[in-house]
C-alpha cells in the first residue's frame, strides 16, 4: 500500500515537473519556426506565426522581439492603425529596449502621416532627449540595431539633426 502511495505521488510530481518542459519546448519550435520563415524571407509567413506566438505566449522572453516586428510588418504593410497600435503596446511593455528609439521614430511618422501636431512635437521631443548626446570631437554619433525580421537599423545624432536609417535607406530625419 504504501510503495501504490509513493508511486502516485511520484508520478504526479513527474508530471507536473515535466509539463512546463513540454510548454517550453513547444515555444521553442514555434519560435523556430517564425526564424525559419524569416529566414526563408517569407514575411507575410513569418507574421501569421508571430502573430499566433504572441496571442499564445504573450509573457514568453521572445515577445519584445516579436512584438516590434509585427509593428513592422504592419507599417510596411501601410497599416498604420495597427502599426501605432502595436508601438504603443511595445513602448509601455518595454521601456529601455534596444529598439525603442527605433519604436519612437516609427511613431514620429505615423503621427505625421495622421496629422497630429500633438504626438509630432511629443515623439520629436522623446527622440531629441533619448541620448545623451556628447559631441566633442566627433560631428555625430551613433545608435544601431538589428531586428528580428533581419533589418538594420541605425539613428545618426548630429549636432542639429538626427537621421533615422533603416537598410542603410534614410527612413526620417528631425531637426532640433
Do not use: W
Not at 526563408?40 to 519584445?64: C, Q, W
Not at 508601438?87 to 511593455?93: D, G, V
Amino acid at each position: 500500500m504504501r510503495r501504490a502511495v509513493f508511486a502516485a505521488v511520484f508520478i504526479f510530481l513527474c508530471a507536473g515537473c515535466l509539463a512546463p518542459a513540454a510548454l517550453l519546448s513547444q515555444e521553442s519550435l514555434r519560435y523556430r519556426e517564425i526564424l525559419a520563415a524569416v529566414e526563408h524571407k517569407d514575411i507575410d509567413g513569418a507574421f501569421v506565426l508571430m502573430y499566433s506566438f504572441r496571442n499564445s505566449y504573450p509573457a514568453s522572453r521572445f515577445t519584445e522581439k516579436i512584438l516590434f516586428s509585427l509593428g513592422e510588418y504592419y507599417f510596411r504593410q501601410g497599416n498604420y492603425y495597427d502599426a501605432r497600435a502595436v508601438f504603443t503596446q511595445f513602448l509601455k511593455t518595454y521601456p529601455g529596449s534596444r529598439a525603442e528609439l527605433f519604436a519612437m521614430a516609427y511613431m514620429l511618422e505615423i503621427a505625421k502621416i495622421r496629422g497630429t501636431a500633438q504626438e509630432v512635437e511629443d515623439f520629436s521631443r522623446d527622440i531629441v532627449t533619448f541620448m545623451k548626446v556628447s559631441l566633442l570631437f566627433r560631428e555625430y554619433k551613433t545608435y544601431e540595431f538589428v531586428s528580428f525580421l533581419r533589418k538594420k537599423y541605425k539613428a545618426v545624432y548630429f549636432i542639429d539633426k538626427v537621421e533615422f536609417y533603416i537598410d542603410d535607406e534614410l527612413f526620417t530625419s528631425l531637426a532640433y
